[in-house]
């Protein structure tokens, strides 16, 4: 069965720091991996995802992840973040090619001050 | 368009008692999934629906907790007789049957707290 580590649990920055969140996955196949964001009072929503293709993606408010493969790694970056991301980041994979359940990490709950 | 809904947003419940919470999925989604988080852990799966049928139940932590998707449209989750263990915020999320894109549209939980 695959696990999800993110090591992070509690990260404190400063407006215009410079964010990275660890995420390291377990699985022996292929896998689909995904960035959720739970903003206060708010529901889970996508903040990226990757299936295949560049290993550098893109998504919404500014946000980028890297898989490397060798390293079981998708860690998620933003170069400068602001107040409004303060949040709760979670990491989830599940295994290529299906719709069924995501295994998802414990989550890193960021705390950006002004 | 109305996105993910679960009710009641928090239920206080005493031991042995019984809760039964309930999700409406976006308007023609398919899967529908139910998630739990205990307090500082990871999100777990719990069951997966295809329409009205379970495709998934794996995740279920025993038979005190009974799922149902009547019509393939809203799904109520059970629990009885509720145990101290089974505080925390149980997640519903739906997604399209078809061009699975690998988004889940999550509601904004369910928390129980069982005293």
């Known amino acids: 069965a695959q696990s999800v580590s993110q090591h992070n649990h509690h990260v404190i920055l400063s407006e215009a720091a410079s964010l990275e969140l660890g995420c390291n996955y377990s699985?022996?196949?292929?896998?689909?991996l995904f960035w959720y964001v739970q903003y206060p009072g708010q529901h889970l929503q996508l903040l990226l995802k990757?299936?295949?293709?560049?290993?550098l993606v893109k998504g919404i408010k500014g946000f980028e992840a890297e898989f490397i493969k060798s390293k079981f790694s998708f860690n998620l970056r933003k170069p400068s973040v602001q107040w409004s991301d303060t949040a709760e980041y979670f990491c989830?994979?599940?295994?290529?090619?299906?719709?069924?359940?995501?295994?998802f990490g414990t989550g890193t709950r960021l705390q950006v001050t002004l | 368009e109305a996105g993910v809904t679960q009710f009641p947003s928090h239920s206080v419940i005493e031991k042995g008692q019984t809760v039964t919470l309930r999700c409406d999925p976006i308007s023609g989604h398919d899967n529908l999934y139910w998630y739990r988080r205990v307090m500082g852990k990871e999100i777990k799966f719990l069951l997966h629906f295809v329409k009205e049928s379970k495709q998934d139940e794996s995740g279920m932590p025993n038979n005190r907790f009974l799922a149902e998707r009547t019509g393939g449209t809203y799904s109520t989750l059970k629990v009885q007789p509720a145990e101290l263990e089974d505080s925390g915020v149980y997640f519903c999320?739906?997604?399209?049957?078809?061009?699975?894109?690998?988004?889940?549209?999550f509601g904004e939980g369910s928390r129980l707290t069982v005293l």
């Open positions: 999320a739906s997604s399209q049957a078809r061009g699975y894109t690998g988004e889940l549209f």
């Open positions: 990757y299936f295949s293709g560049d290993p």
């Open positions: 699985y022996g196949g292929t896998v689909n």
């Open positions: 989830a994979v599940n295994p290529t090619g299906t719709a069924s359940k995501l295994t």
